[in-house]
């Protein structure tokens, strides 16, 4: 998975590219150290995800609950195919805020 | 146990693996059998439909790929670290309507196994997009379990913190780090009619229990996820083989 970062204020927006599983969990680790600053808000873009498991549902999740302590809003825009149907049917709506 | 024999013929490939060492293979897992056996390049194999094919790969990226995606073949065996081919364990699962496919740990952990089994089996059946990405889903969780949980013996310590992400990925590079358990193996046999596609997952680990009582609620953990999925998923003993049904 690759990754964009760009920082407006106190909010980021993430574009994640790719496939996010496990052996993304150092990529995404140092995604979220941006977050222990000023910087409150994230909303991560992964219309161009194009493949995530259980590992990076649930590290979505972490990101959620890191964000979350930091007095902040965390959003996952733009979900695309099997990233879009995974959410889905996992009802991740119910815990996170997804914009299609 | 006798050779399955639905074809007299098997084919022996392998990319960028001398034709001598081939030919002693072949010697060794065939000739007992009275098949004949041909030694082709994979990549000549692609439009033959008429026998059973046995690919022989290396451990390279580029070796792994290229037999992953060959079209026509019902096995694939990885040859890593100078490990040698069972004789009776694998070649006796060749049949028609199946492909088998063996791994060491490293390469599972390492490479995207679960959407290169997909994509072939997606081609060699013709399979629409959403199956071939339930396949890859439901084969690249159970192939993540098998490989961390099973064959590296890793618990299931809490990943949902920083720390504990962290650290399991510190445990899961020390366990491959081990030669003993990176070169554990993971089969992977896939059957198939026209109604369903069955899915078999072997690994060298202890086993573990498929009792409900051992997954959590959350809908997004890997054993929900993949009951969401499929038409059943059972476990023989001790786990061994997790045997998965999906519907065509």
């Not at chain 2, 580029?62 to 100078?82: D, I």
């Not at chain 2, 369903?196 to 680990?205: E, H, M, P, S, T």
């Not at chain 2, 999925?229 to 003993?237: H, L, T, Y």
Request: glycine share 8%; net charge negative; with cysteine.
């Amino acid at each position: 998975m690759e990754y964009e970062i760009n920082t407006s204020g106190s909010t980021s927006t993430v574009t994640l590219t790719g496939r996010f599983t496990f052996a993304d969990n150092k990529i995404f680790r140092e995604i979220l150290g941006h977050f222990e600053s000023d910087v409150k808000n994230c909303t991560m873009d992964i219309g161009k995800l194009e493949f995530i498991d259980s590992a990076g549902l649930g590290m979505f999740i972490l990101a959620n609950d890191t964000i979350s302590d930091h007095d902040g809003k965390f959003v996952l825009r733009k979900p695309q195919g099997q990233v879009k149907k995974m959410l889905d049917l996992t009802r991740f709506s119910d815990i996170i805020s997804v914009e299609n | 146990m006798a050779l399955a024999k639905p074809c007299q013929s098997y084919v022996l490939c392998g990319d960028g693996i001398p034709n001598l060492f081939l030919s002693d293979i072949a010697r060794n897992l065939f000739a007992c059998h009275g098949c004949e056996v041909r030694i082709e390049d994979i990549f000549k194999y692609h439009e033959q439909t008429d026998s059973l094919a046995l690919v022989v790969g290396g451990n390279t990226k580029s070796n792994s790929l290229a037999a992953l995606f060959a079209r026509s073949f019902s096995g694939y065996y990885e040859l890593a670290n100078g490990n040698e081919l069972p004789k009776d364990v694998f070649v006796n699962g060749l049949e028609k309507n199946s492909v088998i496919y063996s791994f060491v740990t490293k390469t599972v952990c390492q490479h995207s196994v679960a959407q290169h089994i997909a994509n072939n089996i997606s081609l060699k059946l013709a399979l629409n997009q959403d199956l071939q990405e339930k396949i890859e889903l439901v084969l690249h969780e159970t192939l993540a379990n098998a490989a961390l949980h099973g064959n590296l013996e890793i618990g299931h310590c809490a990943k949902d913190s920083l720390d504990g992400l962290e650290a399991f990925d510190t445990e899961v590079e020390k366990k491959l780090s081990n030669d003993g358990l990176a070169k554990r193996r993971i089969e992977v046999r896939i059957h198939w009619d026209d109604e369903i596609l069955k899915l078999k997952i072997l690994d060298q680990g202890s086993g573990f229990s498929l009792s409900k009582d051992n997954w959590d609620g959350m809908p997004w953990r890997g054993m929900n996820l993949i009951s969401s999925q499929v038409v059943s998923v059972s476990a023989g003993e001790n786990g061994q083989p997790l045997t998965i049904i999906l519907k065509r």
